[in-house]
């Protein structure tokens, strides 16, 4: 990892960014990005592009900000700050995820990009235009280390012929027709435990199966998922690896998970930590 600018050091850990709305209730987006970064001890960082009203009950209102904002976040942390891995979340409208692979491709080679391809709320509000599923599709897929859907956001990226599809695997393997070196489906809306299926990266593909907790304060789950695997592979783990570490710790949040307001609580994304925090 190199230094910042002006650093006389090298620098103590990674630096993870993360692209995606702000949720006022600090479940899921960027705060529950930032909160899973501290945890796994990265320096992350955020570029906002819309902002939420939202609680534990449902998402009240979505504002998009202006392109120019978006990419005046964008340039301003990563020609001054530097970036180890970018995490990709909520950008609703066609202009902003082609704005955001715009922005992408000047980064340093080598950056991975973790692709969390936000469709819906987890109270069901959609979050995303139906022309962003297409620029989706073809701008940032191709520049995607990793896509993270899950079994609905992956059928709907497929298109109108997987609306039955259950297979993970093939899936999987359809969406890494759309340029991504790994994609890992993930099936926690399915029957039974939860397993997220991997493929790519020219191996065999592989399943991370966890026990379902009987729990239902599982707000921001893909956000905190696709952070973890975005802080481990900042960190240096490969993807294999990052998704491992990151399951074992979403499954973790998810058990920790309490319940906050009237509707779905938040998991605990300092489950690991918090037996040392002060009561």
């Known amino acids: 990892m190199s230094a910042g600018r002006g650093s006389a050091r090298a620098l103590p850990t990674a630096r993870v960014l993360t692209i995606a709305g702000s949720d006022s209730g600090g479940g899921a987006g960027i705060q529950a990005d930032l909160k899973t970064m501290l945890a796994h001890g990265v320096h992350g960082m955020s570029v906002v592009t819309a902002v ?30 530097g970036v180890d891995a970018v995490k990709i979340g909520m950008l609703g409208t066609a202009e902003t995820c082609v704005l955001v692979a715009d922005l992408l491709t000047t980064l340093p080679a080598g950056v991975p990009v973790v692709l969390d391809p936000v469709a819906v709320s987890k109270h069901g509000d959609p979050l995303i235009d139906a022309d962003a599923v297409g620029a989706m599709r073809e701008r940032l897929f191709p520049l995607a280390t990793i896509a993270t859907p899950n079994l ?16 993970q695997a093939r899936l999987g393997h359809v969406l890494l027709g759309l340029g991504a070196r790994w994609v890992l489906v993930k099936g926690g809306h399915a029957e039974g435990d939860p397993t997220d299926v ?82």
């Open 152 to 167: 609905d956001e992956a059928r709907t990226l497929v298109g109108p012929e997987a609306a039955d599809e259950a297979d």
């Open 198 to 279: 991997l493929v790519g990266g020219g191996v065999p593909d592989q399943a991370f199966t966890a026990a379902r907790d009987d729990n239902t304060h599982t707000h921001g789950t893909g956000c905190t998922l696709a952070s973890a695997i975005a802080s481990r592979l900042a960190l240096g783990d490969d993807v294999p690896a990052a998704v491992r570490a990151a399951k074992a710790y979403v499954t973790g949040a998810i058990a920790g998970g309490f319940a906050l307001g009237a509707g779905i609580g938040p998991t605990d994304h300092l489950w690991e930590l918090r037996p040392a925090l002060p009561m």
């Open 52 to 81: 939420t009203a939202q609680n534990s009950v449902g998402v009240q209102g979505v504002w998009g900000l202006p392109a120019a904002a978006v990419a005046a976040q964008f340039r301003s942390v990563v020609d001054d700050i």
